[in-house]
């Protein structure tokens, strides 16, 4: 019963694909909540439905299009965030309203019937083609390559930007090729949950693991297994109870957040 699933092709590449963007999460997403740059990831997720408008309508594959948009608005809210501080949340306000405008226009101009394209927004990981897995285990392969050639600057980075900055470290490039490779993980998680719940896939499993650890390795290995879990079970889920699985997969890591911060709460309780 818990392994027919498995039988089909596409439940299979579904569970390798939430497997390789879990994965992906679980580094990237540590960076992101230890850096606490959720906002700009958002920002990133809905911006990117600018370029899959733009894709679609001339034509290409929106993936493309998403891909172009998310590593432009990523680095220019990274930018953003550099140069200005807190006073980029507008400038990263506008930039996401602004892609999800020219997705919206874009995709009202096209001819034809637009169903497919509901999945970046909600997500449609049962949908993966063979090319998505391709892609996905590329841009995994990018992260995990990044994050071991920088650890200790991204860990620098990421506790202490002021002492990083007195040792001369190149902290803007560093900082902007973390945040394309979020634009990156953006793109590709789009297939499993949809911009739309893109964020929780990102923050929630990371949140999780820092709660109880404090080494940015094990966060990242602990966010993994999380996020792996959760979509595991999120798959078998919908698949049983013919649910969407995108949004089954959030609500179980949501559940898994309330009973984790709970449960940190009673061990941090001062005895009495």
């Keep these: 019963m818990f392994t027919d699933w498995l039988t089909y092709d596409f439940m299979r590449n579904a569970l390798m694909a939430s497997l390789l963007v879990s994965v992906a999460c679980g580094v990237i997403g540590t960076l992101v909540v230890l850096n606490r740059i959720v906002f700009i990831s958002g920002g990133i997720a809905h911006a990117a439905y600018g370029g899959v408008g733009i894709a679609y309508h001339l034509g290409f594959d929106p993936m493309i299009g998403a891909i172009g948009f998310s590593v432009l608005s990523a680095l220019g809210m990274g930018l953003a965030h550099r140069r200005q501080g807190q006073r980029s949340d507008t400038v990263i306000g506008v930039m996401w309203a602004i892609g999800m405008a020219i997705g919206i226009i874009s995709l009202s101009l096209s001819p034809g019937y637009k169903a497919d394209l509901m999945s970046y927004l909600f997500g449609s990981i049962l949908a993966v083609s063979v090319v998505d897995l391709w892609l996905m285990a590329l841009i995994v392969v990018m992260v ?117 911060a709970m449960a940190s709460a009673v061990k941090h309780q001062p005895a009495r």
């Design 144 to 260: 995990m390559a990044f994050v071991a050639l920088f650890y200790r600057k991204l860990l620098s980075l990421s506790f202490d930007e002021t002492f990083s900055t007195v040792r001369n470290l190149a902290v803007t490039p560093l900082y902007l090729a973390m945040i394309t490779l979020i634009g990156l993980t953006v793109v590709i998680s789009m297939r499993v949950v949809g911009l739309i719940m893109v964020i929780a896939l990102l923050t929630i499993p990371p949140a999780i693991a820092n709660l109880f650890l404090k080494n940015m390795g094990k966060i990242m290995a602990a966010a993994s297994a999380i996020a792996v879990v959760s979509s595991i079970l999120g798959l078998m889920i919908s698949y049983l109870l013919n649910l969407p699985s995108g949004a089954v997969i959030i609500l179980l890591l949501g559940v898994f957040y309330l009973l984790a």
